[in-house]
């Protein structure tokens, strides 16, 4: 008999991600989840829909695209439909607050680890605190591919929160001292949830904040922000996305 586990993730792809589609029919190996804000859909050539999925061409590869709002909810249902379709890799393209003073808004973070603060790593084999890590070498991949392009990026461990509201003074100050460079909303999850299903995975950040030095920045009205979505593509079209 099959659970209700199985069962509910097959319901949950049908209605809530493919949306009647076949997920037989999405055949990118490649997913890119834009976290929060979108940053790639109208840069995708040749489009479909596949329910709450796309699919395109960047750099001349076929990709799967989706926008996944803050949060993990919506995350989880996504990365577990995946088990019906071709995707092996996933990256997510989002935004995080600077933990370091060293860190300027504008600048680009690759996750290699996150520190599990979220809810939803707890069910998919990690404890409240524990170092998530993303695919060591699609990470260092896509480091080094940023950086050759001269754009200011720095790869290291991270921190995911379940409460973005209650970033206080004092978490703020042990993140810091613990050398964690920047926060966010989905990383353990996506990391937990990648490692769970055997899936390649990584992460690029914006910062376009910074709580370490109170700061705001309006970088997602300016060329950082194209720098950063340029770069991406690049990538993504490149032989070093394997």
């Known amino acids: 008999m099959t659970s209700w586990e199985e069962k509910f993730i097959r319901f949950a792809s049908e209605r809530w991600v493919f949306q009647g589609s076949d997920p037989h029919d999405f055949t990118p190996r490649v997913l890119l989840l834009a976290l929060g804000e979108d940053f790639l859909s109208p840069l995708l050539g040749s489009h479909k829909h596949f329910g709450a999925l796309y699919t395109g061409y960047i750099g001349g590869r076929l990709v799967g695209y989706m926008r996944v709002p803050p949060g993990t909810v919506i995350l989880e249902g996504v990365m577990r439909s995946l088990m019906f379709t071709r995707v092996d890799t996933v990256i997510g393209l989002g935004t995080c607050g600077a933990l370091q003073e060293d860190i300027d808004c504008g600048d680009i973070i690759v996750a290699e680890s996150s520190r599990a603060g ?6 998919y084999g990690y404890e409240y ?21 001269g754009l200011p990026v720095r790869q290291g461990p991270i921190v995911t929160t379940g409460a973005v509201f209650r970033e206080t003074e004092e978490l703020i100050s042990s993140w810091n001292r613990d050398g964690l460079l920047a926060v966010e ?20 950040l914006l910062v376009t ?34």
């Open 118 to 123: 979220d809810c939803l790593s707890l069910h």
């Open 185 to 204: 909303l989905e990383a353990s999850s996506q990391f937990a949830l990648a490692d769970y299903m055997g899936l390649k995975t990584a992460m690029a």
């Open 129 to 149: 605190g524990d170092a998530v890590p993303a695919d060591a070498g699609l990470t260092a991949a896509l480091t080094g591919f940023l950086d050759r392009r």
């Open 209 to 242: 904040d910074s709580p370490v030095r109170n700061e705001t920045s309006d970088v997602m009205r300016g060329r950082e922000r194209d720098k950063f979505v340029n770069g991406l593509c690049a990538f993504i079209g490149s032989p070093f996305l394997a």
